[in-house]
């Protein structure tokens, strides 16, 4: 096309002076065709010999020869410029098929681009509905474990045929373990757990250390790339990605890449404080069913907590009471793990009991255990309360004293009231004698 352009071009400035010159040459040499004959007719009518006098004569004898004369001159001009003007439109024609030429190169051209930018949005979206896809199951992923080897997984296979690997900076942060990898399941299970120190030469070392991207090219190829994965920028691993075939390049734009490792840098973290959420209450729970339990032990230390319906009424029952009676159905009563109780329930007809009566069962059984166990909080408040209540008015006696034996008296008559409390005694003495040993001669004993 280009060449055709060029010979378009250089063409232009020949036909239109070939063509005048032609033009030109033919109106001369007809018009001198006119002179000619008309002087061998002139001397043909005058019967003169064709003589140069004669010649010369006849034109200076004659002044309309003077003007047929001229004819080879006008009818050269006017044939010059008919072949200029035939130059001229074949000029404009050559000039509008080269813009036509011209136009169809750029048009080529420009269809040529929007295919290749067409293609490249193409994979830019593919790039991002894999991103989006990507970012979205990693997020919903709570478990770390589970999490990192999703990820690779995920990555390696929405991007392309990649190689992904996953490094995770140990508590010291001087040390970046590998935690997942998705490459072939062999090589896998013998390369993770292996480490890469931060700063060390290797690509990955370098990215856990300064926690910018960094990338290796092959030629004019991408190939491999390290991401840094950041928590509240903070660097908390790597994301080490290569192709698993030499041939297939990385994405230049890794754009794409790092927000699926941010959020990857966030669906860690948040696995890391679920897990230590979790973890805390799984030990509050614990710790608040074995509470719980020692609570109800002492509650029904001394006191028996059974009781039956029967069709002559309601009545205390022994504990553990039951039969091995097939119509009968057990359900624990149970809080927080921990077991409180049981609700015995009889069926008046031979017939078993069904799933749906078992469901009521153990849902109307939650119901009751959660409604003992507030009756027992409310229970230990109004008892707190009125402890509080009591060390109050103890503490308000205690300042209407205004002497020491006075104040001595007041305590140990106010702990004597205690329930529990038989005997109230206060000792005086620097060298205070350890719990449970005898006074010395020299203490003081009020009662």
Same mark, same amino acid.
């Given at each position: 096309m280009n060449d055709l352009n060029l010979a %378009?071009?250089? $063409? #232009?400035?020949?036909?239109? *002076?070939?063509?005048?010159?032609?033009?030109?040459?033919? !109106?001369?040499?007809?018009?001198? $065709?006119?002179? =000619?004959?008309? @002087?061998?007719?002139?001397?043909? %009518? $005058?019967?003169?010999?064709? @003589?140069?006098?004669?010649?010369?004569?006849?034109?200076?004898?004659?002044?309309?020869?003077?003007?047929?004369? #001229?004819?080879?001159?006008? +009818? !050269?001009?006017f044939a010059a410029l008919a072949g200029w003007q035939q130059d001229a439109a074949q000029n404009a024609n050559l000039q509008f098929r080269q813009q036509a030429h011209e136009m169809s190169a750029i048009r080529r051209t420009l269809e040529q681009r929007v295919t290749e930018r067409t293609q490249e949005l193409e994979e830019r979206n593919r790039l991002l509905r894999s991103a989006v896809q990507a970012t &979205?199951?990693?997020?919903?992923?709570?478990e770390a474990a589970e999490l990192s080897e999703l990820a690779v997984q995920l990555i390696a296979h929405s991007f392309g045929d990649f190689v992904v690997d996953l490094y995770i900076l140990d508590e010291r942060r001087s040390e970046a373990v590998l935690r997942a990898s998705s490459g072939a399941q062999g090589k896998a299970a013998d390369?993770?757990?292996?480490?890469?120190?931060?700063?060390?030469?290797? /690509?990955?070392?370098?990215v856990a250390a300064s926690g910018e991207a960094g990338r290796v +090219?092959? !030629?004019?190829?991408?190939?491999?790339?390290?991401?840094?994965? /950041?928590a509240?920028? +903070?660097?908390?691993?790597?994301?080490? =990605? &290569?192709?698993?075939? *030499?041939?297939?390049?990385?994405?230049?734009?890794t754009e794409l890449l790092q927000l699926v490792a941010d959020q990857l840098a966030s669906a860690i973290e948040t696995a890391r404080s679920f897990g230590q959420a979790r973890d805390a209450l799984e030990q509050l729970q614990a710790v608040s069913g074995q509470a719980m339990h020692s609570a109800w032990k002492e509650q029904l230390r001394e006191s028996t907590a059974a009781y039956e319906y029967t069709p002559a009424g309601?009545? @205390?029952?022994? %504990?553990?009471a039951g039969t091995a009676d097939p119509r009968s159905l057990?359900?624990? %009563?149970?809080?927080?793990?921990?077991?409180? !109780? @049981? =609700?015995?329930l009889t069926r008046r007809?031979?017939?078993?009991? #069904?799933?749906?009566?078992?469901d009521l069962a153990e849902k109307t059984a939650a119901q009751v255990a959660l409604a003992l166990e507030n009756v027992r909080l409310l229970q230990d408040t109004r008892e707190r309360a009125l402890q509080e209540q009591r060390l109050s008015e103890f503490s308000a006696r205690l300042n209407q004293s205004v002497d020491l034996d006075t104040l001595l008296q007041t305590a140990v008559r106010e702990l004597a009231t205690l329930p529990e409390v038989a005997d109230a005694s206060i000792y005086l003495n620097p060298a205070a004698p350890v719990v449970g040993q005898q006074p010395t001669s020299q203490d003081a004993r009020l009662e």
């Open positions: %378009l071009r250089s $063409a #232009t400035p020949a036909i239109v *002076s070939r063509n005048a010159r032609r033009y030109a040459l033919y !109106g001369a040499l007809f018009g001198l $065709a006119i002179p =000619i004959l008309a @002087t061998i007719a002139s001397l043909a %009518l $005058a019967r003169m010999p064709w @003589t140069l006098g004669n010649l010369l004569a006849l034109h200076i004898g004659q002044p309309p020869m003077w003007i047929i004369d #001229t004819a080879p001159l006008f +009818l !050269g001009m &979205r199951t990693i997020s919903q992923v709570r390369s993770v757990g292996g480490a890469v120190r931060v700063g060390d030469p290797s /690509l990955v070392g370098q +090219l092959s !030629g004019a190829a991408v190939a491999e790339i390290a991401l840094p994965l /950041l509240r920028g +903070l660097p908390l691993g790597v994301l080490h =990605i &290569r192709p698993a075939d *030499s041939s297939v390049a990385l994405p230049a734009d309601i009545r @205390t029952a022994p %504990l553990g057990r359900v624990p %009563l149970e809080l927080r793990g921990r077991r409180i !109780g @049981t =609700i015995a007809t031979a017939e078993g009991w #069904t799933d749906s009566d078992r």
